[in-house]
């Protein structure tokens, strides 16, 4: 009995976290712009996507931007990473928690803090300042990802390899990033996810004519959403989908080769 309770509640877990973005992905089929009432089966929807140029153009800026922050703040979060795990005593911690801060400070107060830095540096709104703070905000993610992977590691899989004549940027590269390789993919996967959701960060440090999807479909809040959104919306589930699978695939392949 206590089997059938913990599983009827798991089903009713999951049903909560993925029913509406099951709704979404069937009204993206529906032959009508009402929400809540289905008409019929088209892919009118999906083919207006593509002629937009609105919704092209903030798709474009959105992916360009993310894949820009992913890899930036993936390099930047696997070497701040391997430097907090090599630290020791109270300096670690200190890190550790100034690391902590823009995870959980409120988006809000990291996208106006950033704002202001930018207005005080006197730098034009943009390109440059949403990349710079997708960056910012992506760095502590990405470094949180890493270190649970890094404290598995032998504590001296890097000093043997030095040891034997390795130098330690040599060591790093070919000794313990291939050890943490999965942790690293997960930390970009999640950059890259992080930066296509964020709203509030990009909207404060962003210039005139720059709009990535989540402001775009902010605006097109007001006059009510456009049934494209929802079509653009399931083709991205099934990119990330099938990323997922693959990074999967590949960490299940790594760990047979490590094994064997």
């Known amino acids: ?3 059938l309770i913990d599983r009827i509640y798991l089903l009713l877990v999951f049903l909560f976290l993925y029913a509406p973005i099951a709704i979404l992905i069937i009204f993206s089929f529906n032959d009508s712009k009402l929400r809540g009432k289905w008409v019929g089966f088209t892919f009118k929807w999906y083919e207006n996507l593509f002629k937009d140029p609105a919704i092209l ?3 474009r800026t959105t992916l360009i931007v993310a894949l820009v922050a992913t890899v930036i703040s993936t390099i930047a979060g696997t070497f701040a990473a391997i430097g907090i795990h090599e630290m020791r005593g ?9 690391n902590y801060l823009p995870v959980l400070n409120p988006d809000i107060v990291t996208a106006v803090a950033l704002m202001g830095f930018f207005g005080l540096l006197q730098v034009r709104m943009g390109y440059t300042t949403m990349i710079i703070s997708h960056i910012v905000f992506c760095i502590p993610y990405v470094i949180l ?14 000093e043997a390899a030095m040891d034997l004549g390795a130098k330690p940027f040599y060591a ?21 996810t992080l930066s296509i959701d964020d709203f509030v960060i ?22 009510g959403i456009n ?24 960490s299940e392949n790594k760990l047979k080769e490590l094994s064997a």
């Open 227 to 250: 049934p494209s959104i929802n079509a653009l919306s399931t083709l991205m589930l099934i990119v990330l989908l099938i990323l997922l699978v693959i990074i999967n695939r590949r």
């Open 57 to 59: 153009s903030s798709l």
């Open 90 to 98: 109270m300096k670690k911690k200190i890190i550790l928690n100034i």
């Open 1 to 3: 009995m206590k089997k």
């Open 172 to 192: 790093i590269k070919n000794v313990v990033i291939p050890q943490i390789m999965p942790s690293i993919l997960t930390g970009a996967l999640m950059a890259f």
């Open 202 to 223: 990009s909207f404060f440090n962003t210039g005139g004519g720059v709009t990535n999807l989540s402001i775009t479909i902010y605006s097109m809040a007001r006059k």
């Open 145 to 158: 990802s890493i270190l649970p992977k890094l404290n598995q590691l032998d504590k001296n899989t890097l």
